[in-house]
Protein backbone atom coordinates (compact mmCIF):
# COMPACT_ATOMS: atom_id res chain seq x y z
CA UNK A 1 0.00 0.00 0.00
CA UNK A 2 3.30 2.20 0.70
CA UNK A 3 4.44 2.22 -2.27
CA UNK A 4 0.88 2.57 -4.12
CA UNK A 5 1.08 6.20 -1.71
CA UNK A 6 4.34 7.21 -3.07
CA UNK A 7 3.76 6.57 -6.52
CA UNK A 8 0.57 8.88 -6.80
CA UNK A 9 2.72 11.58 -4.26
CA UNK A 10 5.28 11.28 -6.79
CA UNK A 11 2.73 11.53 -10.30
CA UNK A 12 1.34 14.71 -8.45
CA UNK A 13 5.18 16.33 -7.42
CA UNK A 14 5.55 15.49 -10.89
CA UNK A 15 2.56 17.77 -12.38
CA UNK A 16 3.64 20.27 -10.09
CA UNK A 17 7.03 20.56 -11.48
CA UNK A 18 5.53 20.44 -15.22
CA UNK A 19 3.52 23.78 -14.03
CA UNK A 20 6.77 25.51 -12.78
CA UNK A 21 8.20 24.78 -16.20
CA UNK A 22 5.32 26.34 -18.15
CA UNK A 23 5.52 29.29 -15.76
CA UNK A 24 9.10 29.63 -16.28
CA UNK A 25 9.08 29.87 -20.39
CA UNK A 26 5.84 32.23 -19.89
CA UNK A 27 7.56 34.54 -17.90
CA UNK A 28 11.16 34.63 -19.40
CA UNK A 29 9.30 35.23 -23.05
CA UNK A 30 7.58 38.23 -21.53
CA UNK A 31 11.04 39.35 -20.00
CA UNK A 32 12.67 39.00 -23.69
CA UNK A 33 9.68 40.95 -24.89
CA UNK A 34 9.99 43.68 -22.71
CA UNK A 35 13.38 44.21 -22.77
CA UNK A 36 13.55 43.60 -26.48
CA UNK A 37 10.47 46.89 -26.58
CA UNK A 38 12.74 48.68 -24.16
CA UNK A 39 15.48 48.62 -25.99
CA UNK A 40 13.71 49.43 -29.29
CA UNK A 41 12.45 52.47 -27.67
CA UNK A 42 15.14 53.76 -25.97
CA UNK A 43 18.37 53.25 -27.81
CA UNK A 44 19.77 56.93 -26.36
CA UNK A 45 20.01 54.72 -23.38
CA UNK A 46 22.50 52.24 -24.57
CA UNK A 47 24.72 52.06 -21.31
CA UNK A 48 21.53 51.41 -18.70
CA UNK A 49 19.70 49.23 -21.64
CA UNK A 50 23.12 46.78 -21.08
CA UNK A 51 23.75 46.43 -17.78
CA UNK A 52 19.72 45.93 -17.53
CA UNK A 53 20.23 43.00 -20.29
CA UNK A 54 22.96 41.50 -18.65
CA UNK A 55 21.25 41.26 -15.13
CA UNK A 56 17.97 39.72 -16.95
CA UNK A 57 19.77 37.64 -18.79
CA UNK A 58 21.86 36.21 -15.79
CA UNK A 59 18.59 35.91 -13.38
CA UNK A 60 17.11 34.14 -16.52
CA UNK A 61 20.36 31.31 -16.92
CA UNK A 62 19.87 31.23 -13.14
CA UNK A 63 15.75 30.02 -13.37
CA UNK A 64 16.88 27.74 -16.45
CA UNK A 65 19.34 25.99 -14.78
CA UNK A 66 17.18 25.71 -11.37
CA UNK A 67 14.30 24.46 -13.49
CA UNK A 68 16.56 22.35 -15.02
CA UNK A 69 18.25 20.58 -12.61
CA UNK A 70 14.93 20.10 -10.59
CA UNK A 71 12.58 18.63 -13.39
CA UNK A 72 15.00 17.44 -15.93
CA UNK A 73 13.50 19.21 -18.75
CA UNK A 74 16.45 19.71 -21.33
CA UNK A 75 13.89 20.65 -23.82
CA UNK A 76 12.83 23.58 -22.38
CA UNK A 77 16.69 24.85 -21.41
CA UNK A 78 17.39 24.28 -25.59
CA UNK A 79 13.71 26.43 -25.44
CA UNK A 80 14.65 29.14 -23.32
CA UNK A 81 18.44 29.27 -24.66
CA UNK A 82 17.74 29.35 -28.22
CA UNK A 83 15.54 32.24 -27.08
CA UNK A 84 17.58 34.27 -25.87
CA UNK A 85 20.03 33.98 -28.49
CA UNK A 86 17.27 35.76 -30.95
CA UNK A 87 17.11 38.58 -28.18
CA UNK A 88 20.66 38.86 -28.03
CA UNK A 89 20.96 39.01 -31.81
CA UNK A 90 17.86 41.67 -32.37
CA UNK A 91 19.70 43.66 -29.66
Known amino acids: MKNKEDMIGNAALHATLDEVVV ?9 EVVVV ?3 VEVV ?3 EVVVVVVVVVVVVVVVVVVVVVVVVEVE ?3 VVI ?3 LVV ?3 II
Open 75 to 77: VVA
Open 44 to 46: EVV
Open 81 to 83: LAS
Open 23 to 31: VAVVVVVVV
Open 37 to 39: AVV
Open 87 to 89: VAE
